[in-house]
């Protein structure tokens, strides 16, 4: 892998300066000047587009609890598309252009995807969430209703010494804990 990646250092821009020096050879410097510049732009801009396009439908099949596979690869292959068309050259400008179109992506999918999914080991460990596990915003998910935030005094121990006996604690008739300065929380009992 580390070769692979060397090699790759070493001979893309090689490659691109081969076809720079031809393509200003062909139409002169200023217009293959100009020719980068707008593959950069036109590429940001497209990057910008179809990657707006593809979060979305990431987060519509994330709500709907679907694996979102297609998507993901997708967005990866924007990454690189965008990557490719900012870096100045021709050959890298080809390639990221043909990352953004869905076909080209698809196929990539099939005869790169399907080695790297026959080699890959996948570890999943799974929570529920809401009240019936389901995902959020979907079928038994979302909001959990039943959930009441409140402050408490436990009774349970007063509760049985009123069981045994009056319940008070001296001569003022205020039952344990309570004090004439201090306003108390409402009593809950379980």
């Not at 996948?122 to 529920?128: D, G, K, M």
């Not at 003022?172 to 409402?186: I, N, T």
Request: charged share 25%.
């Amino acid at each position: 892998m580390r070769l692979i990646l060397l090699t790759a250092f070493i001979a893309v821009p090689i490659i691109e300066i081969a076809v720079f020096i031809e393509v200003g050879g062909w139409i002169g410097l200023w217009p293959t000047l100009g020719l980068v510049l707008l593959t950069a732009v036109v590429g940001s801009l497209e990057l910008r587009s179809q990657g707006i396009t593809t979060l979305n439908k990431l987060r519509s099949e994330l709500d709907r609890g679907i694996m979102p596979a297609q998507t993901l690869f997708d967005g990866v292959c924007l990454l690189f598309a965008g990557a490719l068309l900012l870096t100045p050259g021709f050959v890298t400008d080809i390639i990221g252009l043909a990352l953004f179109l869905p076909p080209f992506r698809k196929f990539l999918l099939f005869t790169v995807g399907s080695r790297i999914v026959g080699s890959a080991r996948v570890h999943v460990h799974s929570t529920r969430s809401g009240r019936h596990g389901g995902p959020r915003g979907g079928p038994g998910g979302g909001r959990d209703d039943e959930v009441i935030d409140a402050d408490y005094v436990d009774v349970t121990d007063e509760e049985e010494r009123r069981k045994a006996g009056d319940g008070k604690t001296g001569d003022s008739g205020k039952r344990d804990g309570e004090d004439d300065d201090e306003e108390q929380p409402p009593r809950i009992r379980r």
